[in-house]
């Protein structure tokens, strides 16, 4: 098929590409709209002029606008997705579907709330970085017994469903359940909901910035960017090593944080079944348990001095929450898909990097 984008006449959208596009530039927005009220608050204490932050201000507010056009763009394309009406183009370069109506009205809305005519009127209370899920439609879900999901899990779902392919692919690159990933992104979601990404700590100075964010969460299931789990997960080469700014900006996707958390509990599994007592590849509580409480070494020390024949017993809050919501985790993905083959995988070997990270 011709590509599309070589009518200049074309107006679409590349999919999942663009999906990843509003995800970044909404929090780009939010990021601009946190440092401007930080830095306005510390110039002010110091009785300085304050036009810097408000020149920032600035810059968000049109950060923001362009989001909205950006967001409402995404309904109307999900919308022709889940209603199959539409035009659909799959060519060598991706798959696009047509807007015949690119002229779309661009609200202003006051700096960090959405715009009320581009979300639904029962906004889902979601944590900041599945706040693109309020953008896509929601499918009135039921559970077996017929009764409704809360609107944050139909919200959550529908976001599952667009990012389905990635959280498979990953899920089979290490040999453990999907509904892993799916229970991890979900509770940080639905049950940590946190308003903005890491907030900017005011008064740490322009220099320190950087290295204080880079050690906070970020993307789907808060992954911490500098924590020691993440820096063994890349030095035992599940993942290659990368430097503070790269990781960060690769964790602030929506795939970057799908293929680290894949790559986490691939991990985690990996150390549990060397002695042969354990395997928790589809063990979505005790997988959960070790992403949201431990890192490698920790758990190979907790595994020595673990008595033989001792069961493993998940109770933090992460994994007691996937044990408690079986439905949420079935209506997003089977937990073994009867097309979910797992493939030998090899030791992992570690992977140099062009910007190591020190252990």
């Known amino acids: 098929m011709t590509d599309p984008t070589a009518n200049p006449a074309f107006s679409g959208i590349k999919l999942p590409t663009f999906d990843d596009l509003v995800s970044n530039h909404a929090r ?11 830095l306005w608050a510390e ?35 999900h919308a022709l997705r889940w209603e199959g009406t539409g035009a659909q183009y799959c060519t ?65 779902l529908s976001w599952m469903e667009v990012h389905r392919e ?18 991890a992104i979900g509770w940080e979601a639905i049950e940590n909901p946190q308003p903005f990404r ?30 020691p789990l993440v820096k063994q997960i890349e030095k035992r080469g599940y993942l290659p090593r990368r430097s ?15 293929k680290y958390i894949a790559a986490i509990m691939g991990g985690f599994a990996d150390v549990t079944e060397r002695d042969g007592r354990y395997n928790i590849r589809n063990d979505v509580p005790m997988l959960t348990q070790l992403y949201q409480g431990s890192d490698l ?24 929450w996937a044990q408690k919501h079986p439905e949420f985790l079935a209506a997003a993905l089977e937990k073994q898909p009867g097309s979910f083959t797992f493939p030998p995988q090899p030791s992992p070997q570690p992977t140099p990097g062009t910007s190591p990270t020190p252990p």
């Open 244 to 258: 503070l700014g790269d990781r960060e900006s690769i964790l602030s996707t929506d795939k970057g944080s799908i």
């Open 92 to 156: 060598v370069s991706g798959t696009f579907w047509e807007l015949r109506d690119p002229s779309l009205p661009t609200p202003s809305p006051r700096p960090g709330e959405p715009p009320p005519d581009l979300v639904p009127p029962d906004l889902a209370h979601l944590s900041y970085e599945l706040q693109s899920a309020n953008l896509l439609p929601r499918r009135g879900r039921l559970r077996p017994d017929g009764t409704p999901f809360s609107r944050e899990e139909d919200a959550v």
């Open 297 to 320: 070494v920790k758990w190979e020390g907790d595994l020595r001095r673990k008595p033989t024949g001792e069961p493993l017993r998940p109770g933090n809050e992460m994994a007691v």
């Open 198 to 227: 890491h907030p900017i700590p005011a008064g740490s100075g322009w220099g320190k910035i950087h290295q204080r964010l880079a050690r906070w969460a970020t993307g789907p299931g808060k992954v911490h960017t500098d924590f």
């Open 28 to 38: 780009a927005a939010s990021a601009l709209e946190q440092l401007a009220h930080d």
């Open 166 to 183: 990635t959280i498979l692919q990953e899920a089979r690159r290490w040999n453990i359940s999907p509904q892993a990933i799916v229970a």
């Open 43 to 77: 110039l002010n204490k110091l009785g300085i002029d304050t036009s810097p932050a408000i020149r920032i201000r600035m810059l968000a507010q049109r950060a923001r606008s362009h989001m909205t056009d950006l967001q409402s763009r995404q309904r109307q394309v």
